[in-house]
């Protein structure tokens, strides 16, 4: 029998550490691992480069005075931490991070193999199954071995007991027009629940084929961009004025002053993600960001002017 080297033994050491490091990074921060695939996209293809555009006789956005998001600084991503973990969009994590007194809550939304709403992030971190499970085994599918999977059922429970809860929708599902039909049908076209629903958006044209589903509010809405490249300031903020869109969330990595300035200038709110240092938080707070994406930042640990 040939002996392996030493060498090759390293090397493959080597490419199986590579290779983990990527699948933790893509589990741990899919958002930014996206944001970053766009990013290369862009560098090799020119024609995907921002737009010229002027914006400095555009007008300055106005808010409503009872604007949602004039007075809710943090979003808590999947539901918020619990136990040290995120991404579990659990019961568990919600009635944690309902304790806090926190109202706006993201969850994510897929689907069971056999097409049930479900709320989770990614089946491949909570499932060993082939394909993703059906709804009877996501009901008993313990998240991380020790939190209980959440229905859409439970999640419109807490809705109904809690009358000033809003969801953040968020998904990974190609189309995420039926996923908003569904939640829309599933909370029975009840406006006490379903105008608690906040949806994110992805790209241009969405808002108003949501729209067509059920007539959500403008402020209804937010433009995330880890699906564009959120460094295109300008194919945001024309996004912004074509849709009267008023509240955008940007990666963490994808943050800098020149963004902050453009859109603060017209007075369009930014959150950022995901951000759980306080520290880090506050230097954002003071160059202007509004609030934050987080699992487990809470209102007292940040100062405001």
């Known amino acids: 029998m040939k002996k392996i080297s030493g060498k090759k033994i390293k090397l493959v050491l080597f490419h199986m550490g590579a290779f983990l490091v990527i699948a933790l990074c893509f589990l741990k921060f899919p958002e930014e691992v996206i944001e970053l695939k766009n990013q290369v996209r862009v560098m090799m293809n020119p024609d995907l480069r921002d737009l010229e555009i002027d914006f400095s006789k555009y007008p300055v956005m106005e808010h409503k005075s009872d604007a949602w998001y004039l007075k809710e600084r943090l979003i808590y991503h999947a539901g918020g931490e619990i136990g040290g973990l995120n991404y579990t969009n659990s019961e568990e994590a919600m009635e944690k991070t309902l304790e806090l007194g926190a109202r706006y809550i993201e969850i994510d939304f897929l689907y069971t ?3 049930k709403l479900a709320c989770a992030h990614y089946w491949d971190s909570l499932w060993s199954g082939e394909e993703a499970p059906t709804l009877a085994e996501y009901e008993d599918l313990l998240i991380f071995g020790k939190y209980s999977a959440m ?7 807490y809705m109904e007991q809690y009358p000033d809860l809003h969801i953040i929708v968020d998904t990974k599902e190609e189309d995420y027009e039926r996923v908003v039909r569904d939640l829309v ?8 629940i379903t105008d608690r629903f906040i949806i994110q958006l992805y790209q241009a044209g969405e808002k108003a084929q949501f729209q067509k589903i059920y007539p ?6 937010l433009l995330t961009t880890y699906k564009m490249n959120s460094e295109h300031t300008n194919r945001i903020m024309k996004i912004c004025y074509d849709e009267n869109i008023s ?12 963004l902050i300035v453009q859109f603060q200038e017209k007075n369009i709110i930014i959150y950022e993600y995901t951000v759980n240092r306080p520290n880090s938080a506050q230097k954002s707070l003071d160059k202007g960001i509004h609030g934050f994406y987080t699992d ?5 640990d940040l100062q405001f002017e």
């Open 151 to 157: 229905t859409i059922e439970e999640l419109l429970a």
């Open 185 to 192: 049908q599933l909370s029975a076209f009840n406006t006490e």
């Open 216 to 221: 959500f509010k403008d402020e209804n809405f």
């Open 113 to 115: 193999s056999d097409q």
């Open 247 to 258: 509240v955008i969330a940007v990666p963490s990595e994808a943050v800098n002053d020149e």
């Open 296 to 300: 487990c930042l809470r209102i007292e």
